[in-house]
């Protein structure tokens, strides 16, 4: 089993790893800017859960196959491209048209779970992350390196909870002081757009 010391580094250097702008913070803020608190929260226990996933392709060598197959790399890439696309085209009708009638759409707890998990997922640069982050602190000697890799990926999401929960948080109350004023909304909802086209971009050139 991995020492104590070792466990509080890690989490120590996941704790960072989330706190500094990537992909999955800047879709939390997003999300939480424009939907709510609680947007953000589900939206961060589906990137949580992505994580799972992550965690499973490194220790079962799923990782290593997608790192080796440029073709499988690709297909994921640019599902998470077209993905991160269709919510960008969300958002900004959202702040074209449904905000000028008065109406928001609200989107269910599932759909913000699942925009998570497909956030998380889709981008292959994580599993490959997973795959050089995580054995830097195994040790064979400690016992099964498979569960070592589980337990590490149990804390590693343990620290995303943590950090994107507070950003859910704060941008989601950033975003309700101005839910009312359809005209910032609008702005909100456009900015979303802006940055999820940004992030499609930043993942469409993503290179292994």
């Known amino acids: 089993m991995i020492d104590t010391n070792t466990m509080l580094l890690f989490f120590s250097a996941a704790v960072v790893l989330a706190v500094a702008p990537g ?29 799972i996933g992550h965690t499973v392709a490194v220790a079962s060598g799923l990782a290593a196959l997608v ?41 269910s707890k599932g759909e913000l779970y699942r925009r998570g998990i497909v956030m998380n997922l889709t981008n292959p640069k994580v599993s490959l992350f997973f795959m050089a982050f995580l054995p830097q ?9 498979t569960i070592q890799f589980f337990l590490l990926g149990g804390l590693f999401i343990m620290a995303t909870i943590l950090v994107f929960g507070v950003i859910s948080l704060l941008a989601g ?6 839910r009312n004023f359809p005209g910032a909304q609008r ?12 992030l499609a971009l930043r993942l469409a050139l993503t290179e292994r």
Not at 29 to 37: K, Y
Not at 76 to 105: C, P
Request: zero cysteines; aromatic letters at 14%; glycine letters at 12%.
């Open 23 to 51: 992909p999955d913070n800047l879709f939390v803020i997003a999300q939480a800017a424009q939907n709510g608190r609680k947007a953000g929260l589900f939206v961060t226990l589906g990137l949580s859960t992505g994580l």
């Open 67 to 107: 790192s080796a197959s440029s073709l499988a790399f690709t297909l994921l890439k640019y599902f998470g491209v077209f993905y991160l696309l269709y919510l960008a085209i969300q958002a900004f009708r959202a702040g074209a048209s449904t905000m000028d009638k008065g109406e928001a759409h609200v989107y």
């Open 137 to 145: 602190f195994t040790d064979p000697a400690r016992g099964s390196v």
């Open 173 to 178: 109350g950033v975003g309700e002081r101005y």
């Open 187 to 198: 702005v909100v909802n456009r900015v979303a757009a802006a940055l999820f086209v940004g």
